[in-house]
C-alpha cells in the first residue's frame, strides 16, 4: 500500500517538485520527479530498488574507499558514504552537470564531508569525448549525434589516472553503472584492480560477456540485472555466498 501510494504521489506531484527519500540509516537522497532524473525510483522504493543497495551495509566495511561510476544523483553515493564513514571516502564520478550538482546537493543535506564529486566520464583512455543526450531524459545518451538530442563535451579518465589523482592509498569497492561500457571501464581500471583487487559492482546491460578481471568469480543476488565480482582469494567471499549471492557457472551473456 505504501508502495501504491507513492507511485500515485508521483503521479500527481508537479513535475519540478523535489521527491525526498529517507533511508533506514537516516541517509537522505533527493531528485527531481521527472523520468531519468534518478529520483523517482529511490523514492517509490527505498533502498529496496536494488537488492545490492539494500544489501549494501554487508559488502562495506568503515574505513572502506569506493568509486561510484555513474553515480546519478548519488543513490549509493550516500549510502556508501554513510556506511564507510569519516575515515573512509566516496569517489562519486557523474558525467552529466545537473545530475552531479543534485549528487553534491545531497552530500550537503546529509553533512558527509567523505564525497568527493568528480564531474567526468570514467573509460579506458584519458582525453575528451562529445556525448549526445535527450534534453528531458539525462540518462538517456549516445557516443552518436542524434536527431532531437543535445551534445556536450566531457572529460574523460581512466579510473588508474583518477585514482592516482585523488592520492588514495586503497581502493576496496568499485560500483560501475555505465551505460553499456562497463568493458572500457574496467580496462582503464586494470592497475587499481590487479593491486588492491576490490569488490566490483557491476550493472551489466551489454549484450556480450563483460571482461571479467583475472582471479574474479562473477555472483548474482537472485533475480538481479547487477553482477558482483569478487575475487577468488577474499576472505569475503564465502561471506557473500552466505548472504544469497551465487556464483555464476555459465556464460553471463547467455543470463542477460
Given at each position: 500500500?505504501?508502495?501504491?501510494l507513492k507511485?500515485?504521489?508521483v503521479?500527481?506531484?508537479?513535475?519540478?517538485?523535489?521527491?525526498?527519500?529517507?533511508?533506514?540509516?537516516?541517509?537522505?537522497?533527493?531528485?527531481?520527479?521527472?523520468?531519468?532524473?534518478?529520483?523517482?525510483?529511490?523514492?517509490?522504493?527505498g533502498?529496496?530498488?536494488e537488492?545490492?543497495?539494500?544489501?549494501?551495509?554487508?559488502?562495506?566495511?568503515?574505513?572502506?574507499?569506493?568509486?561510484d561510476?555513474?553515480?546519478n544523483?548519488?543513490?549509493?553515493t550516500?549510502?556508501s558514504?554513510?556506511?564507510?564513514g569519516?575515515?573512509?571516502?566516496?569517489?562519486?564520478?557523474?558525467?552529466?552537470?545537473?545530475?552531479?550538482?543534485?549528487?553534491?546537493?545531497?552530500?550537503?543535506?546529509?553533512?558527509?564531508?567523505?564525497v568527493?564529486?568528480?564531474?567526468?566520464?570514467v573509460?579506458d583512455?584519458?582525453?575528451?569525448?562529445?556525448?549526445?543526450?535527450k534534453?528531458?531524459?539525462?540518462?538517456s545518451f549516445?557516443?552518436?549525434?542524434?536527431?532531437?538530442?543535445?551534445?556536450?563535451?566531457?572529460?574523460?579518465?581512466?579510473?588508474?589516472t583518477?585514482?592516482?589523482?585523488?592520492?588514495?592509498?586503497r581502493?576496496?569497492?568499485?560500483?560501475?553503472d555505465?551505460?553499456?561500457?562497463?568493458?572500457?571501464?574496467?580496462?582503464?581500471a586494470?592497475?587499481?584492480i590487479?593491486?588492491?583487487?576490490p569488490?566490483?559492482?557491476?550493472?551489466?546491460?551489454?549484450?556480450e560477456?563483460?571482461?571479467i578481471?583475472?582471479?574474479?568469480?562473477?555472483?548474482?543476488?537472485?533475480?538481479?540485472?547487477?553482477?558482483?565480482?569478487?575475487?577468488?582469494d577474499?576472505p569475503?567471499?564465502?561471506?557473500?555466498?552466505?548472504?544469497?549471492?551465487?556464483?555464476?557457472?555459465?556464460?553471463?551473456?547467455?543470463?542477460?
Open positions: 500500500m505504501k508502495t501504491l507511485k500515485i504521489a503521479f500527481l506531484l508537479p513535475r519540478n517538485t523535489i521527491l525526498r527519500t529517507t533511508f533506514s540509516d537516516g541517509t537522505i537522497v533527493c531528485g527531481e520527479n521527472k523520468p531519468g532524473y534518478g529520483g523517482r525510483g529511490v523514492f517509490i522504493f533502498e529496496a530498488q537488492h545490492e543497495l539494500r544489501l549494501l551495509p554487508s559488502l562495506l566495511n568503515k574505513g572502506d574507499v569506493v568509486v561510476v555513474g553515480a544523483i548519488g543513490t549509493y550516500m549510502r558514504a554513510k556506511i564507510v569519516p575515515s573512509g571516502m566516496v569517489i562519486a564520478v557523474e558525467p552529466f552537470p545537473r545530475m552531479a550538482a543534485m549528487n553534491l546537493s545531497n552530500a550537503l543535506r546529509n553533512n558527509f564531508n567523505n568527493r564529486l568528480r564531474v567526468c566520464c573509460a583512455r584519458d582525453g575528451h569525448q562529445d556525448f549526445w543526450m534534453a528531458n531524459k539525462p540518462n549516445t557516443l552518436l549525434e542524434t536527431p532531437g538530442y543535445n551534445c556536450f563535451n566531457s572529460r574523460v579518465e581512466r579510473i588508474d583518477l585514482f592516482e589523482a585523488e592520492g588514495l592509498s581502493l576496496d569497492f568499485i560500483k560501475i555505465a551505460e553499456g561500457v562497463e568493458n572500457e571501464v574496467l580496462a582503464g586494470k592497475h587499481v590487479d593491486k588492491f583487487r569488490m566490483i559492482l557491476l550493472e551489466v546491460i551489454i549484450t560477456n563483460p571482461n578481471p583475472p582471479g574474479y568469480v562473477a555472483l548474482r543476488y537472485q533475480d538481479s540485472h547487477n553482477l558482483l565480482l569478487v575475487h577468488q577474499s569475503r567471499l564465502d561471506q557473500i555466498k552466505a548472504i544469497g549471492f551465487t556464483e555464476l557457472s555459465q556464460p553471463i551473456a547467455a543470463m542477460i
